[in-house]
Each structure stands twice: as structure tokens, then as C-alpha cells.
T-cell receptor, first 109, second 115 residues
């Protein structure tokens, strides 16, 4: 069974700090990796996607991928209370996305 | 608001009713998906359509019947549902390109309650 693992949290950070969200995956052949943000009662919203080893930056968000360690992370700089949500890591398996359980982030003012 | 439009936003139905969920996208995506999401759980894949043909059925009970009439529309027909089917039903779509799998974009979902 191919798996995606995330710490469920909650991860609590003060406003303005860097939030670091981590994800590991079991299928070494995975090539595509996605981060979704989901507010309570809402649908998942795509934040970042990354295909190659290294870092990919978009505004306050940075996705990091290390295929050798089967590890993908999401950094949120200058965290804001509006970033408080569940962050879902997703890995593309054979024709389908495999989601982690999600990490709940709480940004405290 | 998203570019994947789902209707209705909320649906309450009895166990003997027949209803349909609708999903529409105009992004030229040729892959469309149905997911089911229970509270505090990640989305669970139900069906995948590629080029209007069913490519993945995740062993979903026959009381859920998908339909893809054209490249922009996806329906989910519901009949004789059970209370445990109450959930948020999400539609998503994506381009079909290789080798990199394209991101899936989700609609706002239909919150379904079975009485």
C-alpha cells in the first residue's frame, strides 16, 4: 500500500514566524508532489506543486523536495492568522493522488 | 470561488430518493474526478474520467453512478444512499500531460446529508 505520512498536529506558531510542514512518502517512483490548503468546511485549494529535487518558491511559500529521502516539505514565511488551516500533502501514484492525513496549522496573533 | 463549479452546494435526501450532483469546468481539462471527504479526513478518490471515459473506479458501491456527458461536465447520480454516505463530495479536474502529472483543481463541493 503506497502511503503518504504527515504529522496531524496541531502545529502552533506565532504570527510572523516560519511554519514548517513535513511529509514523507513510500513510493520511490513518485514524480509529482502537491500541497493543498483546506479551511474548515471548505474544499482543498492548491498551494504549490513540485516535480524536481530542490526548492520552489512562490511568494511566502516554499516547497522542498528530496527524492532520495522521500521527503517533501512546505515552508510558510511570515505566517499570518489567515494561514490557519489544514495542509494536505498529496503524491501522484498510478493515475491517482494519494493524500496524507493533513497537518493542522494554527497561527497565533 | 473556483473554476470548477459544483451544484448544488448542499443536498439533503432520504434513503429512497434519487438525486444527481453536477460538476462543470471550462479550463479545457480532459481529466475529471469525484472524491468523497468525511470530516477531519483527506479526500478519498471515487472515480476518474480521462477523455470522457471512466478510467478508475475505486470499488465504489453501485448506488453511486458517475456520468461524463462531455469534456466539460461530470455528474454523479445517487440512489438508495445510506446515512454513512453523508459527506462532502468534491469534483476536481486537471490537464492530462506527461511526464509530469498536472495539478488537480477542486470545486467547492456538495455537502450531502442522508436522512
Amino acid at each position: 500500500q503506497k502511503e503518504v505520512e504527515q504529522n496531524s498536529g496541531p502545529l502552533s506558531v506565532p504570527e510572523g514566524a516560519i511554519a514548517s510542514l513535513n511529509c514523507t512518502y513510500s513510493d520511490r517512483g513518485s514524480q509529482s508532489f502537491f500541497w493543498y490548503r483546506q479551511y474548515s468546511g471548505k474544499s482543498p485549494e492548491l498551494i504549490m506543486f513540485i516535480y524536481s529535487n530542490g526548492d520552489k518558491e512562490d511568494g511566502r511559500f516554499t516547497a522542498q523536495l528530496n527524492k532520495a529521502s522521500q521527503y517533501v516539505s512546505l515552508l510558510i514565511r511570515d505566517s499570518q492568522p489567515s494561514d490557519s488551516a489544514t495542509y494536505l500533502c498529496a503524491v501522484m501514484g498510478t493515475g491517482k493522488l494519494i493524500f496524507g492525513q493533513g497537518t493542522t496549522l494554527q497561527v497565533k496573533p | 470561488d473556483t473554476e470548477v463549479t459544483q451544484t448544488p452546494k448542499h443536498l439533503v435526501m432520504g434513503m429512497t430518493n434519487k438525486k444527481s450532483l453536477k460538476c462543470e469546468q471550462h479550463m479545457g481539462h480532459r481529466a475529471m474526478y469525484w472524491y468523497k471527504q468525511k470530516a477531519k479526513k483527506p479526500p478519498e478518490l471515487m472515480f476518474v474520467y480521462s477523455y470522457e471515459k471512466l478510467s478508475i473506479n475505486e470499488s465504489v458501491p453501485s448506488r453511486f453512478s458517475p456520468e461524463c456527458p462531455n469534456s466539460s461536465l461530470l455528474n454523479l447520480h445517487l440512489h438508495a444512499l445510506q446515512p454513512e454516505d453523508s459527506a462532502l463530495y468534491l469534483c476536481a479536474s486537471s490537464h492530462l500531460r506527461t511526464p509530469d502529472n498536472q495539478p488537480q483543481h477542486f470545486g467547492d463541493g456538495t455537502r450531502l446529508s442522508i436522512l
